[in-house]
């Protein structure tokens, strides 16, 4: 059974510090990887998509994949408050349905002022 | 980015009722859209994928006759829980891939806002 894997948390780190948050997943053949933020009660909400080995940023938000290590990551730069929230990594399912994503639980994250 | 609606955003009913809830597309087809379920303190599960003019796909565990899934056009997708009980209750949420997904370019997808069923 395929599988994303995330430390559940909760992640707390004070306002202005990195917040580090890990995935890992089951299936070699995964090629797209995506981290979604999700606020208590709210839908999943699209922080970062990856496709490439390497690191990717936007803003204060930095992906890392290593396919290879089958290992994806998500940094926060200069935390805030309001990113406190639950964070998906999801991975594309290429062998069953027509492309839905595999989540893992989330992380929580908790940026303390 | 593309829009996605669902309605409504909440309901309670009694057990034993029927709900429908409907998800739509705003501004793109979306000839397969994504049917998930997420439990307290749970990840999201796909229970179904909803295609256009035809049956949908469920999950294993799934019960296909309590979950009615249509899928009448382009834009409109509805998950109908028949004879609703408490054990349903959940956030059932749907998406719709972005158009790129299909060819690999991008696959992104676009979420719902989400409906709380609380089954009483």
């Known amino acids: 059974q395929k599988e994303v894997e995330q430390n559940s948390g909760p992640l707390s780190v004070p306002e202005g510090a990195i917040a580090s948050l890990n995935c890992t997943y089951s299936d070699r053949v995964s090629q797209s990887f995506f981290w979604y933020r999700q606020y208590s009660g709210k839908s999943p909400e699209l922080i970062m998509s990856?496709?490439?080995?390497g690191d990717k940023e936007d803003g204060r938000f930095t992906a890392q994949l290593n396919k290879a290590s089958q290992y994806v990551s998500l940094l926060i730069r200069d935390s805030q408050p309001s990113d406190s929230a639950t964070y998906l990594c999801a991975v594309k399912n290429y062998g069953g349905s027509q492309g839905n994503l595999i989540f893992g639980k989330g992380t929580k994250l908790s940026v303390k002022p | 980015g593309a829009v996605v609606s669902q309605h409504p955003s909440w309901v309670i009913c009694k057990s034993g009722t029927s709900v429908k809830i409907e998800c739509r597309s705003l501004?793109?087809?979306?000839?397969?859209m994504f049917w998930y379920r997420q439990f307290p303190k749970q990840s999201l599960m796909l229970m179904a994928t909803s295609n256009e003019g035809s049956k949908a796909t469920y999950e294993q565990g799934v019960e296909k006759d309590k979950f009615l899934i249509n899928h009448a056009s382009l834009t409109l997708s509805t998950l109908t829980v028949t004879s609703a009980h408490p054990e349903d209750s959940s956030f059932y949420i749907c998406s719709a891939p972005s158009r790129m997904a299909f060819s690999g370019l991008k696959d992104e997808q676009f979420f719902g806002p989400g409906t709380r069923l609380t089954v009483l």
């Open positions: 501004d793109f087809q979306a000839t397969t």
């Open positions: 990856i496709y490439s080995n």
